[in-house]
């Protein structure tokens, strides 16, 4: 019997591979290795890959989603409404050219230049400010004949005031070419009181009321930016009235006028005067300062925050022109932010958050963000609705 | 050139000269086609290079080798190339007819029992080696033996002792 196993050995044993075809083998393994240096990394190139991938897409979508909050904390806003009353009087007077409007925030002792629209012989009744120093709180400019102040003009200033509340204006602004400078080196000029200038109005008429300081013969305004600067554009102001100035004949109070928290000027107030009656206004009831603030001018239209009075067991720690800090001895804080909103009025929202109580709520043309910490829910409560 | 890689390309070529017959053999036994089994027989010994796993010992090597050609062989069956060719008939002569008969008889069994066949017969391996090599039971092993042994028989017509 023939060995299966013999014959079928020789058979593969015939069967060879040439050298060339080992030589090819043996050349086209080497060839297809990667070199030994990076040969280790091969198995991460794609998970390297992927990972630069994510890394890059979580880059570039980074700055979308930044831009969503929805943690429902109103963010404090700094910003001062301040619209530019020279644009305004330039939509209003076309003839003109108005000039570019400063706005600066009024220092202590700075020296003013009032310019004053020319009294025509047509305008005199018109153009009355009152220069002379006033000890009364309300202090406002009398325009003279109230017959000849045109009801038009009241009206211009209502709608300034409702559109623009704080209207700070350069008093050198407007008055470009009927101007008498008022050489009065104290006088400054509330960004509100006075600066606000209704639409409309021509140049040589309601421009120089609404920049005009409610000044009675008895004003003697006092700057008080410290205290005042809490209140969002409302400064006070003192400055001695030139004696080149002339008198106002009417001298009325602001007696009558209404609380600065009137949002709309009634046409038989500013009849008489520009007053804003802001008697409660900004002065400086932030921390309970502000009592000398004798004269406080604004203009009658601007919306002005009603006074913050200090919690029981708080003290001011902190004012600014858009925030007043409350601080306890024993470690409590009451941020409140405040700055012009629309006229509505909303129901304070509480929101109490471990040790944080946030509140929100507006009220006389302003809102308010209340944010406490470490401060019980009480004195929150009393600090809002003394505010309301 | 650094030493390890010339190190490590002596030793591959050592391997590859070793056993690249017993490779080409397997794969040509699999593949009946003297390109494929070139193909199959570059592709093993490529894998050889680039595997990083040591060998402790030669027969770890060649059970090693035996696997991957196997495996090697059956996935060249599924690439669409191959399903869309028609591979050249080369024939292979052999100088007897004993040889040419118990060769292409085997050839002619199915490939798990060719398999087995090839590798008891003429690698000379052992039921066990083959059981652990391709991870099958030893009497699946003979089994596979048993059935090959017989077909041969029927086609040879009994005139060979499978010893």
Not at chain 1, 228 to 233: H, Q, Y
């Given at each position: 019997m023939t060995l299966f196993r013999k014959y079928y050995k020789e058979a593969n044993d015939d069967i060879k591979a040439s050298d060339d075809l080992i030589n090819r083998v043996i050349e086209n393994a080497h060839a297809k290795q990667p070199p030994i240096k990076y040969r280790k990394y091969q198995k991460y190139a794609v998970s390297l890959a992927a990972a630069v991938l994510i890394v890059s897409a979580a880059v570039i979508s980074t700055p979308f989603l930044e831009k969503e909050r929805d943690d429902g904390v109103i963010i404090e806003e700094s910003i001062i409404q301040t619209p530019s009353p020279s644009n305004e009087l330039a939509s209003t007077n076309s003839e003109n050219e108005q000039p570019p409007v400063t706005t600066e925030t009024p220092t202590s002792n700075a020296e003013v230049a009032v310019s004053l629209p020319k009294i025509n012989d047509s305008d005199k009744k018109t153009v009355k400010p009152t220069l002379k120093p006033n000890t009364n709180k309300h202090s406002y400019i009398d325009y003279g004949s109230s017959d000849e102040i045109q009801t038009s003009e009241s009206q211009k200033l209502q709608k300034v005031s409702e559109e623009t509340p704080q209207t700070p204006v350069p008093v050198e602004n407007n008055i470009k070419e009927n101007s008498v400078v008022l050489n009065n080196e104290e006088m400054m000029f509330g960004k509100h009181s006075i600066l606000a200038t209704p639409q409309g109005v021509e140049n040589d008429e309601i421009h120089e009321k609404a920049r005009q300081p409610e000044l009675s013969s008895d004003y003697s305004p006092k700057i008080d930016t410290n205290e005042?600067?809490?209140?969002?554009?409302l400064a006070m102001f003192s400055g001695v009235l030139p004696s080149d100035l002339p008198k106002i004949d009417t001298d009325e109070t602001l007696a009558d006028t209404e609380s600065a928290k009137e949002i709309d000027v009634p046409e038989d107030k500013y009849s008489s005067n520009i007053s804003t009656g802001a008697s409660d206004s900004i002065s400086g009831s932030m921390g309970g300062g502000g009592a000398e603030c004798g004269g406080s001018g604004s203009i009658a239209a601007a919306p002005t925050r009603t006074s913050i009075p200090t919690p029981n067991g708080y003290y001011v720690s902190s004012n600014s022109s858009s925030s007043t800090i409350f601080a306890s001895d024993l470690g409590a804080k009451i941020t409140v932010s405040y700055k012009y909103g629309d006229y509505s009025y909303s129901e304070p929202v509480y929101s109490v958050s471990g040790e944080s109580i946030s509140v929100y709520f507006t009220t006389n043309g302003m809102e308010y963000n209340i944010y406490a910490v470490g401060a019980e829910y009480s004195s929150v409560e009393e600090l809002v609705n003394s505010i309301i | 050139m650094t030493e390890e890689r010339s190190r490590t390309d002596i030793s591959s070529d050592e391997v590859i000269h070793k056993y690249f017959n017993m490779v080409y053999r397997l794969a040509l036994s699999q593949t009946h086609n003297t390109t494929n089994a070139e193909d199959v027989t570059q592709d093993v010994f490529l894998r050889l290079i680039q595997n990083k796993k040591g060998f402790e010992t030669d027969e770890h090597i060649k059970a090693w080798l035996i696997r991957v050609t196997i495996n090697c062989s059956k996935s060249i069956f599924k690439t669409s190339w191959f399903k869309k060719t028609v591979p050249l008939d080369e024939a292979i002569s052999f100088d007897t007819v004993e040889k040419s008969d118990v060769y292409f008889a085997v050839q002619d069994l199915p490939s798990k029992y060719r398999t087995v066949i090839h590798l008891f017969y003429y690698e000379d391996m052992s039921v066990k080696e083959i059981a652990a090599c391709f991870e099958m039971k030893e009497s699946t092993v003979k089994s596979q033996l048993h059935r090959g042994r017989e077909m041969l028989r029927t086609k040879l017509k009994g005139g060979y002792d499978f010893v």
């Open positions: 005042s600067s809490a209140d969002t554009g | -």
